[in-house]
């Protein structure tokens, strides 16, 4: 592989030939993270990734695009089969520029937005204050209820009813349970905002049918689509039957802020990619995959229980969960840092109501989509949490690089490709 490079850039080869080798020998436990398939790694670096193509298919500003429009529409068109949407724009970069088209689309800088605290487990676009989103528009937020760490939806439509947003945001990054979208949309409804669903975590468990769809319920859906739906980097933004109903005008206001509105020439080696990869989601393998994925994230957090760990929410309905480590007297960057010496890659998480700053806080984020397409099952998690444990009680390098030799053995059990 990488001939090509190999002979032109020994440099560059040299680093990504470590940096597979990374991958190969860890264990890739950052929920946010996968491994894609080398269908979508093979489209990503082919032709597809040298034409200017502004505007959409069949309306561009440069000549050339047949088969660019062809691969555009086939992406639409499956995106909106999988997710059972009438439009989705496919040419965001990533997550944080869609949510960013969501704006420009719905709202005027200084309208109100309601999102999810970041420190309960919300997304900076979702109207944090150093953000755009803070910065521009007039934010407000809900977090987790203080006894369950859950979503307090009558907080939510306090706050809702306080303040009259105009658009909702219902989306995390580090909650682990199942999100009501129609009790979202009912608050939504009672002060007649938008309902944006930002599933960039989840997407890949709702198309497996392992969360609920926000299809019914939100107007618009956002996700990235490099994460559980396990494909490039981008990110879709889709109108669901009811946002047209709402709005009919909002595919085209999507379509308006995303180009001209806020990108150029879209990225469409990424746009094809991420058609394999919907494709690659529609096989029924996929839906097992996404059940498998939940399955190994409800073991492991059981299995890290019994190993005296304290888990935000006391478990996990979906693909990841976080460690609550004050019982055991280590601050989430310490753990990072260990569990990455014996190869076990986490990040370190605020948990909910975190008495400690964001770069030393309590808790770390572990999530399986990643070990799941490595094919790992039940038996793994018991053993990756005795690992964990065993990292964090020593608290010690040389026993991090113990555990180290234990995780390359079972990755070499488990090849990614
Ligand atoms: N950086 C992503 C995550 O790790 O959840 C969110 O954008």
Redesign the pocket.
Same mark, same amino acid.
């Given at each position: 592989m990488h001939e090509n490079l190999k002979k032109e850039d020994k440099e560059v080869y040299e680093i990504l030939l470590k940096e597979e080798e990374r991958k190969k020998k860890t264990l890739e436990m950052?929920p &946010?993270e996968n491994h894609t398939s080398l269908a979508v790694l093979e489209t990503l670096s082919s032709v597809f990734n040298d034409k200017y193509a502004e505007g959409y298919p069949k309306a561009r500003y440069y000549g050339g695009n047949e088969h660019i429009d062809e691969i555009e529409v086939l992406c639409q068109e499956r995106a909106k089969e999988l997710f059972g949407v009438p439009f989705c724009n496919v040419q965001p970069y990533s997550?944080s520029p869609a949510n960013m088209a969501v704006y420009f689309a719905a709202l005027t800088p200084g309208d109100k937005v309601l999102g999810m605290h970041l420190n309960a487990g919300g997304?900076l676009t979702h109207g944090w204050k150093v953000n755009f989103s803070g910065k521009y528009y007039n934010s407000f937020f809900y977090g987790v209820d203080k006894e369950t760490s859950l979503i307090n939806y009558d907080e939510v439509e306090e706050i809702a009813k306080r303040e009259k947003p105009k658009l909702i945001f219902a989306g995390t990054?580090s909650y682990p349970r199942i999100i009501d979208f129609k009790r979202f949309r009912e608050i939504a409804d009672s002060v007649g905002a938008y309902l944006c669903a930002d599933i &960039?975590?989840i997407s890949g468990l709702v198309v497996a049918r392992a969360h609920p769809t926000p299809a019914d319920y939100a107007h618009i859906v956002t996700t990235t689509t490099h994460k559980t739906l396990r494909g490039p980097r981008g990110a879709l933004i889709m109108v669901t039957k009811e946002g047209v109903e709402k709005d009919k005008e909002l595919p085209e206001k999507i379509n308006k802020a995303v180009f001209p509105g806020l990108q150029g020439g879209p990225h469409e080696h990424q746009v094809a990619a991420i058609a394999v990869c919907l494709k690659e989601a529609m096989k029924p393998s996929f839906k097992e995959y996404g059940k498998q994925v939940v399955l190994n994230a409800k073991t492991l957090a059981k299995e890290l229980i019994k190993n005296d760990f304290n888990i935000v929410s006391g478990g996990t309905d979906n693909h990841l969960l976080v460690l609550d480590l004050r019982n055991k007297e280590i601050s989430g960057k310490k753990t990072q840092e260990l569990l990455e010496k014996a190869g076990i890659i986490v990040n370190k998480n605020a948990i909910p109501f975190d008495p400690k700053p964001p770069a030393t806080p309590s808790g770390v984020r572990l999530g399986t989509p990643a070990i799941t397409t490595r094919k790992m099952k039940e038996e793994e998690m018991e053993k990756i949490a005795k690992l964990i444990r065993k990292v964090v009680d020593s608290k010690t390098e040389n026993v991090a690089l113990e555990v180290k030799k234990e995780v390359e053995e079972m990755c070499l059990q488990f090849p990614i490709y």
């Open positions: 950052i &946010s997550g997304h990054t &960039s975590h």
